[in-house]
């Protein structure tokens, strides 16, 4: 397989419309690396431009070690799997996945071998002589993919392959691609708009905004350490609340404080938040750690009112507002039996030693960022009394 190195990526259309930004990204020989972002965030044309199917601006793609700017899609020794399968209706399975060896013009007994090989593989020797027709949604997937492995490709690229599955079927896939990755040991970038989809599946995770990519770092390194706001917001399901908020010295404490709540920071974040360039913040706090304020506490209380609460079973979300008469959406992730309907009010705790702080004015995270943005340096006012 290949490592597959992007320097310095730029993709400019006409009418300076520029889709990617200076994308720099490794992709280490094996790796299963997924590129996440909302739609028209630039991942599918990073994807095109590796594939060969979209003229590099500027910058420098490798492949194995090969500059590959000026090689031809054929050339690369690469294979794609597209969204909506691209399947041949009037050919078997058998002559869709041996077709491009045929082209190649490899040997027949060497074709039968690795159609034979693939089918394997994924599970679809019994379908090998029906017509796409006469398979399932998840079937022709899984030809799509065979197609592309029976060519023992250096790099595999996945655009959004899942996205015309239902959801139980995109579960069920997700899971036979990780398994194929780990069975084939092969460079694979896959892309997607779903989070869900680029945190179970990616060793390493690349998000994009704007064109622009924001962070790059395993599932868990994104979610635990997002680098701004946009990321924050973006990995995680349910998302991680947001409240706006302003850094208050307090004597020897530092209140974190905003409408309805005082939160007293947390001592492991002390140093960070009083490094912070304006006092104003935005307050991240993932759904699991809101939990139910004790009885008798006294610091760190947000009083909300149930509006939704979806059980489970497990675990149930509960959807609430600070005030009855908005559209805010606080959610809580609560494993416990809580007893609660819509319309009570709830009092809730944060575990503040969990809680992420950005900046209101950039987005950038206060708590150190591991990722292309880094936080200013400026001694702010709250460090100097």
Known sequence: MAKVELKNIEKTYEGDVRAVSAANVVIEDREFVVFVGPSGCGKSTTLRMIAGLEEITSGEL???????NDIPPKDRNIAMVFQNYALYPHMTVYENMAFGLRIRKIANAEIDKRVQEAAKILS???????????????????????????RNPKVFLFDEPLSNLDAKLRVQMRTEIAKLHNRLKATMIYVTHDQVEAMTMGDKIVVMKDGVIQQIGSPLLLYDHPCNHFVAGFIGSPPMNFLDGKLRRDGERLLAEGEGFSFVVADNHLEALLKAPHPEVVIGIRPEHMGIAAQDQIDNILSAHVTVIEELGAEAHMYMSRRADDMENLIARLEQRHGYRIGDNIRLSPDMERVRYFDAVSGEALLGVIGPIRMSSRRSALAQG
């Open 62 to 68: 490798w492949i194995d070690g090969e500059l590959v």
């Open 124 to 150: 679809i020797q019994e379908y090998l002589h029906r017509k796409p027709r006469a398979l399932s949604g998840g079937q022709r997937q899984r030809v799509a993919v065979g197609r592309a492995i029976v």
